[in-house]
């Protein structure tokens, strides 16, 4: 029997035609596929919008199957993404077109749980794509970690054999996360550490956003293949920017304005928190863009330093409330440098602090604040 579109499948489930190609644009939005106007080349016809290739890509392409472990890991991630500010975009990855399989989510326990991953292991092999939470465990043969008298190294060895990819979501699951923190007594590594036979793809944080992971699936199951990553398999689309890059403090980081505690002057004025320990300026996420809980705030908005949580080695990496002068981050897999160049370019920069627009740091602060007071207006509406 022909397998059902994921068109067909939303459309049983009484998504309207009008609330689809809504639905198309968002998930555009979402897998970070830029709009570019349709361009007509001559004697071809117009080239597809992003709308537009996500719409066909829904009405052609059959479901695909996600099958979704958790090692050593606080389920936050999981957490993140049933509580996530895109519902009708979670509410899809999680429901009606994608999970087949999830330890914390399904409704089966003990046994008929173990059964229902063996049947889904068989039945999609070498189609699931495999996304993984927490981090394995190497220490005495993996036993640290064990489901149903599987240590999690057989788990995921099993489990991603038939995947025809794999997704790390959360910063456990891609580079061992606090489970790895010094003296990491359970060896907890990285699931790219371990698979490499198969495309493997990171999306750290603590937790993931989960429109990242929702976004990076929902490209698989769109355009059969994972983004283009950078060096440390992160979706660019993502994570090609600092927090830093589109931070709102980064007026007064321009400015030289800098809180010196967390109760002082500068930090009731929305001061830049570089100097308690802000990591934004070596930390690729897209926390500054998509923030959290329907656009609400993220950490340095809501008054805390960025800690790095979508970098290796985060837990580690030089304390989190100590000024960045020579901040450490991971170039590539097994080395660790020493970025005494940016410290000197950072230090370059705050040279130039009477140059500095004052106008805009305070026009950024009237923004930041009426739009606190409008979220506070809106809880209250809600709450
Ligand atoms: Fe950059 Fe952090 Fe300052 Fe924001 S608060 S401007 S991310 S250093
Ligand atoms: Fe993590 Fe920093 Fe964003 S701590 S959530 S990457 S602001």
Redesign the pocket.
Same mark, same amino acid.
């Given at each position: 029997m022909k397998e059902k579109t994921i068109y067909e499948h939303l459309r049983e489930k009484g998504v309207s035609r009008r609330d689809f190609l809504k639905l198309c644009g968002t998930i555009a939005g979402m897998m970070g596929l830029e709009f570019v106007a349709p361009v007509k080349a001559p004697g071809k016809s117009l080239s597809p919008s992003p709308e537009e290739i996500v719409a066909q890509a829904l009405k052609t392409r059959p479901k695909v199957p996600i099958i979704w472990l958790e090692f050593q890991d606080c389920a936050g991630c999981s957490e993140a993404i049933s509580r996530s500010s895109s519902p009708l975009l979670s509410n899809l990855v999680l429901n009606d077109i994608a999970i087949e399989y999830h330890e914390t989510l399904m409704a089966a326990s003990g046994f008929q749980a173990e059964r229902a991953k063996e049947e889904c292991l068989k039945k999609y092999y070498g189609k699931y794509v495999l996304v993984v939470e927490g981090s394995p465990t190497l220490a005495e043969d993996g036993i640290y970690c064990t489901v149903a008298g599987k240590s999690n190294l057989d788990l995921l060895k099993e489990a991603a054999s038939g995947a025809a990819a794999v997704i790390a979501t959360g910063n456990c699951a891609c580079f061992g996360g606090i489970p790895a923190a010094h003296p990491n007594p359970t060896r907890a590594v990285g699931v790219a550490d371990l698979i490499q036979d198969k495309p493997v793809i990171n999306i750290p944080g603590c937790p993931a956003i989960p429109e990242v992971t929702t976004g990076t699936i929902l490209h698989f199951l769109i355009m059969g293949q994972l983004p283009k990553t950078d060096q440390l398999k992160r979706p660019l689309p993502f994570y090609g920017n600092?927090?830093?890059d589109h %931070?709102?403090?980064?007026?007064?980081?321009?400015a030289g304005k800098?809180a010196g505690s967390f109760d002082d002057e500068g930090a009731k004025k929305g001061?830049?928190?570089?100097q308690l320990g %802000?990591?934004?300026?070596t930390?690729y996420n897209a926390c500054?863009g998509l923030k959290w809980e329907r656009g609400l705030s993220y950490p340095?908005q809501s008054g805390h330093?960025?800690l790095g949580c979508s970098e290796p080695h985060f837990w580690d990496g030089g304390g989190f409330y100590q000024g960045?002068s020579a901040p450490t981050i991971r170039l590539d897999k097994g080395s660790t440098a020493t970025l005494v160049g940016a410290g000197v370019a950072v230090g370059a920069g705050l040279a130039g602090v009477n140059a500095l627009k004052k106008s805009r740091a305070k026009k950024e602060l009237k923004k930041q604040q009426a739009s606190e007071a409008r979220a506070e207006t809106e809880n209250k509406k809600e709450g």
């Open positions: 600092t927090v830093h %931070c709102l403090r980064r007026p007064f980081y321009e800098f001061y830049c928190l570089y %802000c990591k934004g300026p930390t500054a340095v330093p960025c960045q």
